[in-house]
């Protein structure tokens, strides 16, 4: 046991979220109770009032609110007309809800391998993945960091595709001055409680700049249905309620603040372990102006078990993200890809290591954080 254990240092969470309800709680309780009494809890002002101002927030002309993340993806995906016989390219380290949004649009996923450097998508690899059934292009803004969506929008002009958005992990990031979320044709956001901008439950959005593909997704989401019991197409039941719009609205009015904050202790994390023997520290891509949903080293020489193992030992959480690329998982072993082919992915999931992160945390939590990994 470390002397910090064995002197009862407060342990560090990977995650607080029980300070983010304490901050929030004055403005989010009123309301809440206001939407108790009314029993507007699905839909209603709240929710509406919230679509516009997350679609103001992202920059782009319409936000349509749903039930999930994952909802949001195989919406968006749906809007722009993937389905049956199509493909979709995505990559390989990235959350399984992105394959499974666009299985369940009744697409077949595409992987393809990512940036040494950023981990990614490589824009390289999606020209030599396109193929004619090609319908969509979906970069994953993963660890809000923002992909180069612009490297991929001349590709899917030229096949045709959409570039629809996984940005589940960037509320608030920017790209060349233009928020994450408004850079294809349509995006996904996922309002999980541990995002940067994150619910009392599930909750999710779909952004976008087309009131067409809005509309459609709006469509979608409520049985196919815009007059009750008349039904133009066969969809979900995938909306926002109220009581969670209600605790969005008052996250909303923080989350440039508490994104400061995450730049600010990346920042510090990255200053203090910069010369640590064998950890390599995330990179931003020039033009970005990343979020930092997750800070994520690589650990390098197969030592990330016992680094782990010691930060553990001394009261400090940690996660990894992802332990495997959704082509090793057992659900996807169907798309037939096998050890070997995605390398710059696989080598990735045996190193990253994901540290505490949160807007809350504090410079000395870093620092001890960070002084305990350079310590391994």
């Not at 240092?9 to 403005?27: K, M, N, S």
């Not at 450097?117 to 396109?130: K, Y």
């Not at 990255?270 to 064998?278: D, N």
């Not at 037939?336 to 696989?346: H, I, K, L, Q, R």
Request: proline share 6%; aromatic share 6%; net charge negative.
């Amino acid at each position: 046991m470390t002397a910090e254990a064995r002197a009862g240092a407060p342990a560090v969470p990977f995650v607080d979220l029980a300070a983010q309800q304490q901050e929030i709680a004055a403005d989010v309780v009123p309301d809440v109770l206001e939407v108790l009494a009314t029993g507007a809890f699905i839909g209603g002002p709240q929710v509406a009032a919230f679509e516009q101002e997350y679609a103001r927030f992202a920059g782009t002309r319409a936000c349509v609110g749903v039930a999930n993340g994952t909802d949001a993806l195989e919406l968006a995906l749906r809007a722009v007309g993937v389905g049956a016989d199509g493909e979709v390219i995505l990559p390989a380290n990235t959350f399984v809800a992105t394959a499974e949004a666009v299985v369940r649009a009744g697409a077949r996923p595409v992987l393809v391998d990512v940036d040494p450097e950023t981990l990614l998508i490589d824009a390289d690899s999606v020209g030599r993945a396109v193929g004619p059934r090609t319908q969509a292009i979906v970069p994953v803004h993963l660890f809000g960091q923002v992909a180069p969506v612009e490297e991929l929008l001349p590709i899917a002009v030229a096949c045709g595709a959409a570039v629809v958005e996984d940005a589940a992990q960037s509320q608030g990031a920017r790209r060349f001055g233009r928020p994450a979320g408004s850079l294809g044709d349509v995006a996904a956001t996922s309002f999980y409680p541990g995002k940067n901008l994150g619910a009392a439950g599930d909750a999710g959005a779909v952004t976008t700049d087309d009131g067409l593909l809005a509309d459609r997704v709006r469509l979608l989401s409520g049985h196919g249905s815009r007059v009750k019991y008349v039904h133009e197409a066969v969809g979900c039941n995938s909306r926002l309620d109220a009581v969670q719009a209600v605790v969005l609205r008052a996250k909303l009015r923080r989350l440039e603040g508490w994104n400061a904050r995450r730049r600010a202790a990346a920042e510090l994390y990255s200053s203090l372990l910069e010369g640590a023997a064998e950890v390599r520290v995330p990179r931003s891509l020039p033009g970005n102006e990343d979020v930092w949903h997750l800070y994520v080293v690589r650990v390098l020489e197969g030592r990330r078990a016992s680094v782990q193992a010691a930060l553990a030992e001394a009261g400090i959480a940690t996660g990894i993200h992802y332990p495997a690329p959704v082509h090793l998982t057992e659900a996807f072993s169907y798309l037939g890809y096998g050890p070997g082919d995605f390398p710059v992915a696989e080598a990735a999931a045996e190193q990253i290591l994901s540290l505490p992160m949160f807007p809350h945390i504090t410079d000395g939590q870093v620092e001890r954080v960070a002084g305990a990994v350079a310590g391994c």
